[in-house]
C-alpha cells in the first residue's frame, strides 16, 4: 500500500487540472493498439496541468498463475538470468516511451500482469526507477494538493488508485460495473476512484452532500468521481487467437478517460456583506474565495 502527497503547482485558482488514468497497455499482445497509444500520449503532453497515472498492465508479461507456475521450477537459480535481463529491456523501452510525459506521470501503480525478478522486484518498479516516479504498489492512496506558486493549497482531493483485480464487476453489464464501484467506495472516503482490469472504458460523477466544517452551518454539494480506465488492447485479432477469444468475453474498449477538475467562484452575499464591512476596519481580513470544483469526464 502507498501513501503519497502530491502537489500540483497553477498559475490562478480557476486554472483546471486533468488527470489521465491509464492501464492495459498490453505492449507486447497482438492485439495492441499502438495509434491509441500514441494518441494518448500525444494528448496528456499537449494539455496543461494534465497528469496521468499508471493502473497496471503495462505488458501481457505475465499473468498471476503463469508466475506462480515459474517459482515452482525448483533445480537450479541461474536458469531465469537471461529471462530477467529480456524484461530488464522490455521495462527500459516503455520507459522510454513514458520519458516525454515524465515530468506529468504521478507514478505507476502494479497490475496483474508483470514480471517478477529473481531479487524480488518488479519491472514496474524498474520502470518507476528510470522514470525517477513514484511506485504506486498494488493500491495507493493519493492526496492531490493544488496551489498557486508560494500560496497553501486551495483544493485537496483524495484519491484511491488500484488496478482493479479482485474488486469485482467484471464487465457483464454496464449498469453492473457502475454498481460495483459505487457500492466499493461507500467502504472508502476519497473524491476519486479509479480501476480498471476489466477493459472498460467510463467515467460517472455523483453528488454528495455535506455541511461546512467551521463557521455558520451551510449545505456543500461535492461532486464524487468513478473510473474505469479503459485499455490499449484489441480483444479480437484477425489472424490469431486471443484470450478474449477463447473465453468469447465482449470487445475491449479501446482508449482513456479524460477527468477534468474545474474550479470556479460562486457569489456568497453573507461573505460579500461581511468582506465590505471588515475591509472598512483598520485591519484587513483576507477570507478568501468561495471557491468550489467540479469534474468533467470524457471517454
Not at 498463475?65 to 529471462?83: C, I, Q, V
Not at 476512484?193 to 466544517?213: E, F, I, S, Y
Not at 485499455?231 to 470487445?251: H, N, Q, S
Request: charged share 25%; with cysteine; net charge positive.
Amino acid at each position: 500500500m502507498k501513501l503519497l502527497d502530491y502537489h500540483v503547482i497553477v498559475p490562478s485558482k480557476s486554472t483546471t487540472v486533468t488527470l489521465f488514468p491509464f492501464s492495459c497497455v498490453h505492449k507486447d499482445n497482438d492485439g495492441h493498439s499502438a495509434s491509441a497509444w500514441r494518441e494518448f500520449l500525444a494528448e496528456v503532453k499537449a494539455t496543461p496541468h494534465g497528469y496521468a497515472i499508471g493502473l497496471g498492465d503495462y505488458y501481457d508479461w505475465l499473468r498471476t498463475h503463469a508466475r506462480e507456475y515459474l517459482r515452482l521450477y525448483p533445480h537450479d537459480g541461474d536458469s531465469f538470468n537471461s529471462l530477467d535481463r529480456y524484461r530488464m529491456e522490455q521495462a527500459e523501452k516503455f520507459a522510454e516511451e513514458l520519458a516525454p510525459i515524465k515530468g506529468q506521470l504521478i507514478g505507476l501503480a502494479l497490475g496483474n500482469h508483470h514480471h517478477q525478478f529473481q531479487d524480488g522486484t518488479n519491472d514496474t518498479q524498474a520502470m518507476c526507477r528510470l522514470l525517477k516516479v513514484p511506485y504506486l504498489e498494488k493500491a495507493s492512496f493519493i492526496r492531490l494538493y493544488i496551489s498557486e506558486k508560494n500560496r497553501s493549497a486551495h483544493a485537496m482531493l483524495k484519491m484511491l488508485v488500484h488496478h482493479g483485480d479482485g474488486v469485482g464487476g467484471g464487465g457483464s453489464t454496464a449498469g453492473g460495473d457502475v454498481n460495483t464501484l459505487h457500492k466499493k467506495s461507500s467502504d472508502f472516503q476519497f473524491d476519486i476512484l479509479m480501476l480498471a482490469h476489466n477493459h472498460r472504458k467510463w467515467g460517472d460523477k455523483q453528488p454528495l452532500l455535506t455541511v461546512t466544517d467551521r463557521g455558520k452551518a451551510k449545505l456543500v454539494e461535492k461532486q464524487i468521481a468513478y473510473i474505469r480506465a479503459g485499455c490499449f488492447m484489441r480483444g479480437y485479432v484477425e489472424g490469431c487467437i486471443t484470450y478474449a477469444e477463447r473465453k468469447l468475453m465482449k470487445p475491449t474498449d479501446i482508449g482513456h478517460v479524460r477527468l477534468d477538475i474545474v474550479f470556479r467562484t460562486t457569489y456568497d452575499a453573507e461573505k460579500h456583506q461581511a468582506n465590505k464591512i471588515l475591509s472598512a476596519s483598520p485591519k484587513q481580513h483576507n477570507h478568501g474565495d468561495n471557491l468550489r470544483w467540479s469534474f468533467k469526464v470524457t471517454y
